[in-house]
């Protein structure tokens, strides 16, 4: 809905919340005052058919973010280590050159990119972004993703020929739901879209089934699960191979349906024989009785699914364990069926348009990490900076990230940030990653752009569809990620190709008159829909602002596989010689290294690094802590609120101690994205409650080697009073 000239009158705007994946639906009053846009107030869009009503309390840091005085609002330039306001044409040509005269010098591979998850929550910066990254001509590409994902993609890459192919639990009509290492009363599924989860938790209970949480911490989804069963950092691994072999031990597995697509499923027992639950108890603190107890129920329910998600991925052997649990839910026959495991069909499906995945077609100059889909293990960017020689990185491009606070070794990479010769930033705070920039250039805030969630309606457990205006009007000083990003790449080829400047603008014409939008608007219209819903489009959205319900998953085997023959590669020969690691490291005494292991945590007002800056998330509260269990703490003399200090191999960190039992023994969890501490920043608030960042202790060299994916759960560490 435009805004009215007319002062002092309130609108209502029908907009979604962008600050995690369930995509709630929002109502978002304005006022214009003085010639000035006020966001009056947010609440739940109770007609969203998706969401229903349910908001978390994030939704109203929205209003924050767009308020923020420490928000940067214009391109800001550093000149003698001050910032300076510029304009844009200056911002982007400056940016450019910079770019442009490193490659020069250096080579293509010489400048960087990093991308953080916001991006994800951002069609204009997913769609058009990549015409920037491909200008850029370097291999040197580093995400978010390998600390925290990884895994999944590279199991449904090899199982079902995409990488963005991932079944998600069908939670409205599911009866039995294991969750290995995620809590989604705090993330509101991750990988899994579904807003107000824990009613959706608590029906699946009223209706006599079951939810089991297994997590080394007792989660707020624990608190609110039929039974929660602690587990050693690090172990899942050997539980899911305990659980496959009480399967077969017991005579359980069910996968008649789908032996169609994937024949040799019944060769999983071999895999496992060797890894009985009487062996494995011991190293995961998971009892036999307790495994055996769980598989038969689970294969006795008549729909269930096991869902691990970022503990179970980030640990040494992530991708093996989110691979078995894959396993797990197709040998019980809970793949493609009702309640269980489920592929989504959305309306604007990008799938067919985007690369499936590659794997291993690139390696890292000084470790030989491999690539996935184009891009390096994260855990390599400080290294790849600070080692001499050919293809030495010398420049980068952040979009969205601050990988200084997220990602592994964090002083290491902030100290490899101050040798490069030219950092370009695409983001609207100055934070402790992009301080060391040269130049930022701020996009809007999402209620001051179009949205439309291409990546979570493909997560999302119903289909529905929605698309959502901007709710302020882009004014002229102000840019979208995607019009910077296309600037950049137009600016950039200009000055490869000075002669042909005219030529290369005309190309890019048709996407500026485009849009991402328009983009979408094509997908929608050549979509499974399109015929179902009155010729759907962005106009059909428009005039239904709050959405439109598509229905429940439904089976969509094999039209869901992009494998060429249309089954289901179970890639034995790339996933299974990994439990020779296993073994070696559980017992062959390697994996006894500190009687303390490292975990995460997350909040339900935090989004990793975000909304720190939000005074309203976090008021009247202490959250960065290190949470210790009460026999721990008396062996080591810790007492309640004392300072602690926490060591590892790379660093340690001085934190507050909180003595809790709900971490089991040999645990100590450390919020993620705190330590708004460094230097050279403006998050006034942020900085009185600074925290410190786990990610001074988590270790670079530490990797899941199938995948090289960060390690950031089971780091050995060390406390002291």
């Known amino acids: 809905m435009p805004l009215d000239s007319q002062q002092n009158e309130d609108l209502k705007h029908f907009s979604t919340c962008t600050l995690c994946e369930a995509m709630c639906g929002i109502e978002v009053t304005t006022r214009q005052t003085n010639g000035e846009n006020q966001i009056v107030s947010i609440v739940g869009d109770k007609a969203n058919p998706f969401s229903k009503g349910h908001v978390c309390p994030k939704a109203k840091a929205l209003k924050d973010l767009y308020d923020d005085p420490d928000r940067i609002k214009s391109p800001m330039k550093k000149v003698n280590g001050e910032w300076q306001e510029i304009s844009w044409d200056e911002a982007i040509e400056f940016a450019a050159k910079g770019i442009h005269d490193t490659q020069v010098k250096h080579g293509n591979n010489a400048v960087a990119t990093y991308l953080g998850n916001p991006n994800a929550h951002n069609h204009g910066a997913i769609l058009f972004g990549p015409y920037f990254f491909r200008a850029l001509k370097s291999f040197n ?22 990488q963005n192919q991932i079944p998600v639990t069908d939670i409205d009509n599911n009866e ?31 209706k006599g089934g079951k939810v089991v949480v297994i997590d080394p911490k007792k989660t707020e989804t624990a608190e609110v699960s039929s039974e929660h069963l602690f587990i050693k950092p690090g172990t899942d691994v050997l539980l899911l191979l305990s659980m496959l072999n009480s399967l077969f031990s017991q005579n359980l597995a069910n996968p008649e349906h789908l032996l169609e697509f994937a024949k040799d499923l019944p060769l999983v027992e071999d895999y496992v024989t060797n890894f009985t639950p009487e062996k494995t108890e011991e190293a995961t603190g998971i009892s036999a009785e307790q495994v055996h107890r769980l598989v038969k129920e689970f294969s006795e329910a008549q729909s269930a699914s096991c869902y691990g998600r970022m503990g179970a991925s980030v640990q040494r052997f992530g991708t093996l364990t989110q691979y078995l649990i894959m396993l797990f839910n197709m040998l019980t026959g809970n793949l493609d069926k009702r309640g269980g495991m489920m592929f989504t069909q959305p309306a604007a499906d990008y799938l067919p348009h985007s690369g499936h995945g590659s794997l291993a077609k690139g390696h890292t100059r000084v470790r030989g990490l491999p690539a996935f889909a184009g891009e390096y293990p994260v855990s390599a960017l400080a290294e790849e900076i600070t080692t001499p020689g050919e293809g030495q990185i010398k420049a980068i491009v952040i979009g969205a990230g601050n990988p200084v606070l997220t990602t592994p070794n964090g002083q290491q990479l902030d100290n490899a940030f101050k040798s490069l010769d030219f950092v370009v930033a695409v983001d609207f705070y100055i934070n402790e990653s992009n301080r060391h920039a040269d130049v930022i250039l701020p996009p809007v805030t999402a209620l001051e752009r179009d949205h439309y969630d291409i990546v979570f309606h493909k997560f999302a457990v119903r289909n529905s569809v929605k698309y959502s205006p901007a709710v302020f009007p882009l004014l002229e000083e102000q840019r979208t990620d995607w019009q910077i990003y296309l600037s950049l790449t137009q600016k950039l080829e200009a000055l490869r190709d000075p002669e042909n400047s005219e030529q290369s603008a005309l190309k890019y014409k048709a996407l500026w008159h485009k849009t991402p939008t328009g983009v979408v608007d094509d997908l929608l219209k050549t979509g499974r829909y399109a015929k179902l819903v009155s010729g759907l489009s962005i106009n059909t959205l428009i005039n239904n602002p709050h959405g439109i319900d598509l229905g429940e998953l439904q089976s969509d085997l094999p039209n869901a596989l992009f494998t060429k023959d249309k089954s289901i590669n179970l890639s034995f020969d790339f996933f299974m010689p990994d439990i020779k690691r296993v073994n070696e490291y559980f017992y062959n005494e390697v994996g006894k290294e500190s009687p303390l292991l490292l975990i995460g945590r997350r909040h339900l007002k935090s989004n990793n690094s975000w909304l720190h800056n939000s005074k309203r998330m976090v008021k009247d509260t202490t959250r960065c802590t290190a949470q210790i269990h009460p026999t721990d703490a008396s062996a080591f003399g810790i007492e309640n609120g004392s300072l602690v200090t926490v060591r590892s191999r790379v660093g340690q960190i001085i934190i507050e101690a909180e003595i809790t039992e709900k971490v089991m023994r040999g645990v100590v969890c450390i919020p993620h994205g705190w330590g708004h501490n460094k230097q050279g ?27 090289g994916n960060a390690v950031l759960n089971g780091v050995p560490v060390t406390i002291s009073a």
Request: aromatic share 8%; glycine share 6%; net charge neutral.
């Open 176 to 206: 039995y739901f294991i969750i290995i290492g995620g809590n989604p009363l705090a993330s509101n599924g991750s990988i899994m879209s579904v807003p107000y989860v824990k009613k959706r938790l608590k029906a699946i209970q009223q």
């Open 141 to 162: 590409r580093f995400s978010a993703t390998s600390v925290d994902q990884l895994p999944h993609h590279i199991v449904s890459y090899k199982l079902f020929g995409h």
């Open 681 to 707: 920043i403006q998050w006034q608030h942020a900085q009185s409650i600074a925290g410190v960042s786990c990610n001074d202790l988590t270790d670079e060299m530490i990797l899941d080697e199938l995948s």
